[in-house]
Every structure is written in structure tokens, then in C-alpha cells.
């Protein structure tokens, strides 16, 4: 075993499909010696610090092997090192025979083998192969990465000598197949938690595995938090309201119950449903809404803020009585139960009706969870279910209520309506005394979910405890633009209907390969990264409709999901985006 190339290379910025990405997936093999920090080769970097680079990722290892692997199955030559993005091309070293765990010596370094590569659509274009994060995956043949023990210097042909092996002797290769192909067996992913060299966040993906397993359920938890909960029912049933409420001048609560006398289908706390409505056009709208009222078995609540064609129809024309369609009642952001430990609850405007079914929650068990409930409304005409709230407030024994109005009128009475005047602040969060072990959940506009995360992460509350729900989800992917009908209109073919983005269009398959296409010709925001059925970053909730695949995924959805980056439509399509 030996060091065969030295690759390094600085991030750049290419051209791809009519976007700018920023990639350092270019490396050019180095002739002189190198030093091995904590962090990096000398005179390499990362332009994705998310996805690559960090302690557990310091150096990328690829095999000469599998070049010569690729030349056969790609039929063409793949002429000198680092093409995959590797640090290191060494000889020997398989997937297959290297454990996650093991030690080796190069030069004066030592290193420690941490895990196999996340798939990334930028070794496709790199390639150009867009197959090729899920062929390597597919194939066995995903490469490793290495910590650094310590550090010290390399160079071109120093031997690779092992100094010591992992723990279970599980390798590179069957600690990918376990979290990215269906072979998710239960006793070797307890052997992966036991590994000391593993990074958290495999193991985190394999507890979920474990817990979803334990329940019976099916998709892929480890990669999305999507799986393991199907929805009640497929497609579209109808509902009759049986109740209007005007909660405010903007706002409008329907209490819905099943129209064929069922009972209503359960729904965890910060869910929503999708609701499809004719327009007297002889076109179907659908849009997504928070159930604003913890579930009781009969009924749904939504509560809808006036600012559109559909939220017109709902203030406007509906009545007790009229039947409309809903979507089973899904989604991530949820407040699971028998939880311990704190509970911070942050909304401004609209954003209150998900953290409200969360207090609904907490308040029927009578909690002793200590609950903070942070609200910002303009003022006491536009700050809906405050009577609600605070009688919800009153059956939890460790409850506090931080109100804020950024614009009081002059009968709102500050100590009765509200706690203080302005924006949201950080010495209003520090003035609470949050514990940092606290779980917060965040509903409102995208600017101001940003600003409080980063609050609250200042705080001493982990980045993976803040969860945030908002219509519009930032991309790191997408150009924030508002979601519209792709240019020039598709003719012909099923038609897709984002409910959360408020748009619909036709998928012409000659124009676009898969869903994902068609949503960033939209501007609908979503996420990605492999693009090719592997990683499951782009699975999405299907409302109704059919999808067929291709490529097939290494690992199916969860029921009542779809992989957007290779899906197409079967039929017309609703999609929670």
C-alpha cells in the first residue's frame, strides 16, 4: 500500500445549466511534499464547509483501482489523479478492506478512517457523468475519508502502513450500503453506534434507522426526516365545514370534519393539510395550511390569513355546511410526544398556528415540561388567538409568555396585551433564561426565522434542536426568487401543482428529466444534493398523484413520498412544495 498522488485545489466558480457553482471538487496533483494539518492538505480548501471539509473530513481517499474500475465501466480513459475530488490516490486501500476505525501511518502523519463519501452532485459534473454520485454507491466503490491523528508531513510514495484496526471490522463499503441501499440490518448498524471513530451524524442517521424499524415503518429515516410516518390516506377526501371564526379581520378559522361521518384522521402537532378548492374557473387551487388546533379525533382546524386568490375564497365564499377537498394531514415540523426537557415555541403574524396545536399539546397532558411561548404580532387587532394562548398557557405548571407588538395601538395596554414594544431582540431571549438543552420550535417569515435561529444558537441551544417551519423554504441551492409558472408555458402533459408555492404547470417531458427540473425552473425552493436517487435531500411529500422513476433509487421513499431528482409524473401531481 502506497501513496500513488497528492491532489489539492482551491474552490472556483463554473458554469453549470445555466447556474454559477461554487465547487473545489478540481484537484491537481502536487509534486513536492506536503504538510497535513487538523483540517487540510497544505494548499487544499473546501468551498462547501456544510457538506465537506471539517475534523472527520479532513483528507478524501480514492483508490487507483476503482480509476481503472471507472475507465472499464465509462469506456474511456480517465487520465491522471483527483478527478473524484480525492486528496490522496493510493494503491491498495479497497472499500471493501478498509474499516472505519482503522489507523494508518503516511509520512510523519497518522490517521484515523471516519467514513465512507456523501454523495454529491459535483463529482458528475466534474466527471461529466450526472449518474455518477449514484453509480458509486451503486457500485461499492464510494472512497473514505480520514481524520487526522496527527499531524505531519506526505509526499508521493511514501508506504501506507496500518497501525491498528477499527472496532467489528465494518467496512467502508458495508457502512455506506448500510445507510444509502435497503440493507439497513438492525445488528450491524448497533455495531456502527458502538464505533468511536464514526462522526455523530452517521450515527444519528443509523438511531433513526433503528427507531423506525422498531416501529414497523418504512422509507429511509436515517436520510429524511420525511420517513416513517405515512400519511392517514392517499390523494384527496372530502371535508364539510362545520364552523367558521373570524380570529381577526385577516384572519379566518374553518373547523372541518369528515363529510362521510368518519372520524377525522390523527395528526401530530405542528402538521398541515393541503386544501384543493375550485376557483369558479373551472380550475382546481390548492394550497398548504397549518392545522391551528391540536387534534381531538372529529375535527381539523386551519386558520387562514387573507392574501391571495385561494385565502379570498376561504374569507369570502365558504360557509358552514360547504364541502372542500383536504390532503391527509402531514409534514416534519412536529412536536413528537413524551418528550422531556424544555420547549421554546417562537412565531410572529400567521407563523402562530403550527407552535399553537404544540401548546394544545403540552396544555391537554398538563405538561411539566418548562414551555416559553414567543409571539410577535403588529398589534392587538392583528394578534390572533390571544385569548386562546393564554387560557392554553394557564394548564402548564412551567410556563412563561413573552408577547411583543411592533406596532401597539393606543388601547393595546402594555402588562395586559403585550410584554413589550419592538422587533424581537437577543436580550429578549436572554432575559427569559432559555436552557440550552432546550428543543425551539420557529414559524414565520424567512428573514425573521434566520435571525432568531441565530439567537438562539448564541444562546447555547444546538443548531439540530431549532426547527423551523415556513412556507417558502430558503435553498442553499435556489436564487431566492418568488416561486412563478416556468417561462415560456409548458403545452401539454400531467399537471404539477406545488401547493405550498401557489403554482401549477404542465411537465413536458421533452423540456425537463425529472421534478426537480421543473421546480427550479419555478423557483420553487427545495433541496438537493446528489441528483441522482441516492442521498434522499430532495424527498417531498405527494399529496395525490403517481410518479414513475429514473433512475430507479438505490432506496425507495417512505409511502406517500417521492425523490423530486429522478421522478417524473404519471399522472397530474400535487406536491408539498
Not at 504538510?35 to 471539517?54: E, I, S, T
Not at 397549518?290 to 381531538?296: D, M, T, W
Request: charged share 20%.
Amino acid at each position: 500500500m502506497r501513496l500513488v498522488s497528492v491532489n489539492v485545489g482551491k474552490p472556483r466558480t463554473i458554469a453549470w445549466r445555466g447556474q454559477q457553482v461554487r465547487s473545489a471538487i478540481w484537484k491537481e496533483p502536487v509534486p513536492d511534499r506536503r504538510w497535513v494539518d487538523r483540517l487540510n492538505v497544505a494548499g487544499d480548501a473546501q468551498a462547501d464547509l456544510v457538506g465537506h471539509g471539517g475534523e472527520h473530513r479532513a483528507v478524501f481517499v480514492y483508490q487507483v483501482a476503482s480509476y481503472r474500475y471507472w475507465e472499464r465501466q465509462l469506456r474511456r480513459s480517465l487520465p491522471g489523479f483527483g478527478q473524484f475530488g480525492e486528496n490522496f490516490t493510493v494503491d491498495g486501500l479497497s472499500d471493501e478492506d478498509v474499516c472505519i476505525g482503522d489507523r494508518y501511518a503516511i509520512g510523519s502523519a497518522l490517521f484515523e478512517v471516519t467514513q465512507p463519501r456523501v454523495t454529491c452532485y459535483k463529482v458528475g459534473i466534474r466527471l461529466d457523468e450526472p449518474r455518477m454520485p449514484a453509480l458509486l454507491t451503486g457500485h461499492g466503490r464510494p472512497g473514505f475519508y480520514l481524520r487526522v491523528l496527527e499531524e505531519g508531513e506526505v509526499g508521493v510514495g511514501d508506504p501506507i502502513v496500518r497501525t491498528s484496526t477499527g472496532p467489528h471490522g465494518l467496512s467502508v463499503r458495508r457502512v455506506s450500503d448500510l445507510l444509502y441501499t435497503p440493507d439497513h440490518d438492525d445488528h450491524t448498524m448497533r455495531m456502527a453506534l458502538e464505533n468511536p471513530a464514526l462522526p455523530e451524524g452517521w450515527k444519528q442517521s443509523f438511531r433513526q434507522l433503528l427507531d423506525q424499524h422498531h416501529a414497523g415503518q418504512l422509507g429511509n429515516r436515517g436520510l429524511s426526516p420525511l420517513a416513517g410516518h405515512p400519511p392517514a390516506y392517499a390523494g384527496f377526501r372530502e371535508f364539510r365545514i362545520v364552523q367558521t371564526v373570524s380570529e381577526t379581520a385577516g384572519v379566518r378559522s374553518l373547523l372541518l370534519e369528515p363529510a362521510d361521518g368518519t372520524a377525522a384522521p390523527p395528526h401530530r402537532p405542528g402538521q398541515f393539510i393541503t386544501l384543493r378548492l375550485a376557483d369558479g374557473l373551472a380550475a382546481a387551487l390548492t394550497r398548504s395550511y397549518s392545522l391551528s388546533a391540536h387534534g381531538n379525533g372529529r375535527s381539523l382546524r386551519i386558520s387562514v390569513k387573507r392574501s391571495g386568490r385561494t385565502s379570498a375564497i376561504v374569507h369570502e365564499m365558504l360557509k358552514a355546511g360547504d364541502v372542500v377537498e383536504l390532503g391527509a394531514p402531514r409534514g416534519s415540523f412536529v412536536l413528537e410526544p413524551g418528550g422531556v426537557g424544555a420547549v421554546v415555541l417562537i412565531s410572529a403574524g400567521i407563523g402562530v398556528t403550527p407552535v399553537l396545536a404544540m401548546l394544545g399539546a403540552l396544555a391537554e397532558r398538563h405538561s411539566p415540561r418548562p414551555v416559553a411561548w414567543i409571539h410577535v404580532a403588529r398589534c392587538g387587532a392583528e394578534h390572533a388567538f390571544a385569548d386562546e394562548a393564554r387560557e392554553l398557557l394557564t394548564a402548564l405548571p412551567q410556563a412563561t409568555s413573552l408577547v411583543l407588538y411592533t406596532q401597539p395601538r393606543p388601547q393595546d395596554q402594555l402588562g395586559e396585551h403585550f410584554d413589550a414594544a419592538g422587533r424581537l431582540a437577543g436580550e429578549h431571549l436572554t432575559a427569559l433564561r432559555l436552557s440550552p438543552h432546550s428543543q425551539a420550535f420557529l414559524c414565520g417569515p424567512p428573514g425573521f426565522m434566520a435571525e432568531v435561529s441565530g439567537m438562539l444558537q448564541r444562546l447555547g441551544i444546538d443548531a439540530e434542536d431549532v426547527r423551523t417551519e415556513t412556507f417558502g423554504t430558503i435553498s442553499a441551492h435556489i436564487v431566492l426568487r418568488h416561486p412563478h409558472e416556468p417561462s415560456p408555458p409548458a403545452v401539454g402533459g400531467p399537471q404539477v401543482s406545488f401547493a405550498r408555492s401557489r403554482i401549477s404547470a404542465g411537465f413536458d417531458s421533452a423540456r425537463w428529466r425529472s421534478l426537480l427540473d421543473l421546480a427550479e425552473e419555478c423557483d420553487v425552493p427545495v433541496t438537493w444534493s446528489c441528483r441522482t436517487g441516492v442521498c434522499h435531500r430532495c424527498e417531498t411529500a405527494v399529496v395525490a398523484g403517481n410518479v414513475t422513476y429514473q433512475p430507479e433509487p438505490l432506496d425507495l421513499p417512505a409511502p406517500g413520498n417521492t425523490l423530486l431528482c429522478c421522478a417524473r409524473p404519471t399522472s397530474d401531481l400535487t406536491l408539498d412544495l
